[in-house]
């Protein structure tokens, strides 16, 4: 036993004062027509859980994850048998992985794809005892100094060529694990500089690596989503896939569409300017809903701190979202998130995932209430409502030819608009239904 401090957490309701307890979320409890524990799917991230020590800029690492070995392989097996008795303990139904979170870096690609061999043999065992579930996989191509000008975007050809093999090696795995998604995050796809950057080649053969890589796994079988992540900056100053609505963009100019979707993480979207559920929504209204990385930064820090999901607001509104993208099929919450340097127990680790639990538990119980009180939505529908009839509705069939629209203007005088937008009313109403 790796955490002999953290006992089954139970569900006990809202007034309970155990700290070891969900208040709101009750995995068998249907809401919506699903149990909460299909309409959130949450899944433990390998590498913030299980890997993160609590290194930062000006210090090492804070707490132990050896798993009680030095031998790299042991701990690795180790720390294998710790995630399962984790997500056990905290009744979190799948895990995401980086291939090298899960087995160390070889001296060679040869090795290090034999030690994954290794792991995921574990793994698969260890997923069919407990019923747990793989939300995800993805390759870490930013790490390693062989990435230090990028993977798919670098200028030497001979590191395109080792991605495109890591990646494939990872999609194997991912397929072998049952993985309903795989990733892409660009962690070093970005420049610094245009002085040294080619970009139009740049993008050409990242759209390549992704076609390649993604046509190879359908392949093999994989028939989960692949999603894009986007992200503004951090590592590189100009991240590729900046956000939602840039990436969409990509995705059309390659002809990617179809096989892609994105994973659409809060902090991400934050950094780049945007709330969350504007992010959420730009992918809906793109049809490119697809997974979350569920976690929160710090409005007044300008970095990924990768924090644990605590504002009720966001979980709300991002689950108004989901539900409205007619939930999740292949994707899921993914915890992408870590407890902060100074939690460093193993405590602070049952603490975090039931803050976040529990926060996404209210904001789906809430994003039903909202629903159910049903007047956001009116207000909505009938602020939009001259597209119903008469010209608005020749717009809305796209029927209305130019000579009409200019007819029409000019027989109606000025225009008559003076109806308010009524932002407060709503934000009392919001305020309304989920604190009362
Ligand atoms: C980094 C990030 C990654 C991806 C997976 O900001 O979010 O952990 O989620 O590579
Ligand atoms: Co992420």
Redesign the pocket.
Same mark, same amino acid.
């Given at each position: 036993m790796y955490y002999p401090n953290i006992p089954a957490i139970k569900y006990e309701g809202r007034d309970t004062t155990n700290p070891l307890a969900f208040r709101w979320y009750n995995p068998d409890e249907v809401i919506g027509g699903k149990t909460m524990r299909e309409q959130l799917k949450f899944a433990l991230?390998y590498?913030h859980t299980m890997c993160a020590e609590g290194t930062d800029m000006f210090g090492v690492g804070t707490m132990d994850k050896s798993y009680g070995t030095t031998d790299p392989m042991q701990s690795a097996k180790n720390k294998a048998e710790a995630a399962f008795e984790l997500m056990e303990k905290l009744s979190v139904d799948y895990f995401c992985f980086?291939d090298r979170d899960i087995a160390p870096e070889g001296a060679t690609l040869t090795e290090s794809n034999e030690r994954l061999d290794e792991i995921t043999d574990l793994i698969a065992d260890l997923m069919k005892k407990t019923g747990k579930k793989c939300l995800w996989g993805?390759a *870490?191509c930013f790490n390693n100094p062989r990435y230090m000008h990028g993977a798919g975007t670098a200028p030497n050809a001979d590191v395109f060529a080792y991605a495109a093999a890591q990646i494939k090696k990872a999609i194997e795995l991912t397929v072998k694990l049952g993985g309903s998604g795989y990733?892409y995050?660009g962690?070093r796809e970005g420049y610094e500089t245009l002085l040294n950057t080619d970009m139009g080649r740049e993008l050409d053969n990242m759209a390549y690596l992704l076609k390649i890589t993604s046509e190879y796994g359908r392949k093999i079988g994989f028939t989960g989503d692949y999603y894009i992540?986007p992200?503004p900056k951090?590592p590189t100053k100009h991240q590729y896939d900046f956000d939602a609505a840039t990436v969409c963009g990509f995705l059309n100019k390659y002809g990617l569409a179809k096989d892609f979707r994105l *994973?659409i993480?809060a902090n991400?979207a934050t950094l780049a300017g945007h709330t969350f559920q504007h992010e959420l929504n730009v992918a809906r209204v793109n049809g490119a809903f697809g997974s979350i990385?569920a976690n929160q930064g710090d409005m007044l820090l300008g970095w990924?701190t990768?924090q644990f999901p605590t504002n009720l607001y966001d979980t709300t509104l991002c689950m108004l979202e989901v539900i409205r993208a007619g939930g999740f099929t292949n994707g899921g919450l993914n915890f992408?998130a870590k407890t902060r340097r100074g939690s460093n127990t193993p405590e602070d680790i049952a603490h975090a995932f039931i803050a976040g639990m529990d926060s996404f538990a209210y904001g789906l119980r809430m994003a039903y209430k909202l629903i159910d009180d049903g007047r956001l939505d009116a207000f909505v529908a009938n602020r939009y409502a001259s597209y119903g009839d008469g010209i608005g509705k020749k717009i809305t069939d796209k029927t209305a030819t130019i000579e009409e629209l200019e007819a029409y203007a000019l027989a109606m005088g000025d225009v008559k608009n003076n109806i308010s937008g009524r932002q407060e009313y709503l934000e009392n109403i919001l305020n309304a239904v989920m604190f009362q």
């Amino acid at each position: 036993m790796y955490y002999p401090n953290i006992p089954a957490i139970k569900y006990e309701g809202r007034d309970t004062t155990n700290p070891l307890a969900f208040r709101w979320y009750n995995p068998d409890e249907v809401i919506g027509g699903k149990t909460m524990r299909e309409q959130l799917k949450f899944a433990l991230a390998y590498w913030h859980t299980m890997c993160a020590e609590g290194t930062d800029m000006f210090g090492v690492g804070t707490m132990d994850k050896s798993y009680g070995t030095t031998d790299p392989m042991q701990s690795a097996k180790n720390k294998a048998e710790a995630a399962f008795e984790l997500m056990e303990k905290l009744s979190v139904d799948y895990f995401c992985f980086h291939d090298r979170d899960i087995a160390p870096e070889g001296a060679t690609l040869t090795e290090s794809n034999e030690r994954l061999d290794e792991i995921t043999d574990l793994i698969a065992d260890l997923m069919k005892k407990t019923g747990k579930k793989c939300l995800w996989g993805t390759a *870490n191509c930013f790490n390693n100094p062989r990435y230090m000008h990028g993977a798919g975007t670098a200028p030497n050809a001979d590191v395109f060529a080792y991605a495109a093999a890591q990646i494939k090696k990872a999609i194997e795995l991912t397929v072998k694990l049952g993985g309903s998604g795989y990733v892409y995050w660009g962690g070093r796809e970005g420049y610094e500089t245009l002085l040294n950057t080619d970009m139009g080649r740049e993008l050409d053969n990242m759209a390549y690596l992704l076609k390649i890589t993604s046509e190879y796994g359908r392949k093999i079988g994989f028939t989960g989503d692949y999603y894009i992540e986007p992200k503004p900056k951090e590592p590189t100053k100009h991240q590729y896939d900046f956000d939602a609505a840039t990436v969409c963009g990509f995705l059309n100019k390659y002809g990617l569409a179809k096989d892609f979707r994105l *994973n659409i993480e809060a902090n991400h979207a934050t950094l780049a300017g945007h709330t969350f559920q504007h992010e959420l929504n730009v992918a809906r209204v793109n049809g490119a809903f697809g997974s979350i990385d569920a976690n929160q930064g710090d409005m007044l820090l300008g970095w990924d701190t990768d924090q644990f999901p605590t504002n009720l607001y966001d979980t709300t509104l991002c689950m108004l979202e989901v539900i409205r993208a007619g939930g999740f099929t292949n994707g899921g919450l993914n915890f992408d998130a870590k407890t902060r340097r100074g939690s460093n127990t193993p405590e602070d680790i049952a603490h975090a995932f039931i803050a976040g639990m529990d926060s996404f538990a209210y904001g789906l119980r809430m994003a039903y209430k909202l629903i159910d009180d049903g007047r956001l939505d009116a207000f909505v529908a009938n602020r939009y409502a001259s597209y119903g009839d008469g010209i608005g509705k020749k717009i809305t069939d796209k029927t209305a030819t130019i000579e009409e629209l200019e007819a029409y203007a000019l027989a109606m005088g000025d225009v008559k608009n003076n109806i308010s937008g009524r932002q407060e009313y709503l934000e009392n109403i919001l305020n309304a239904v989920m604190f009362q």
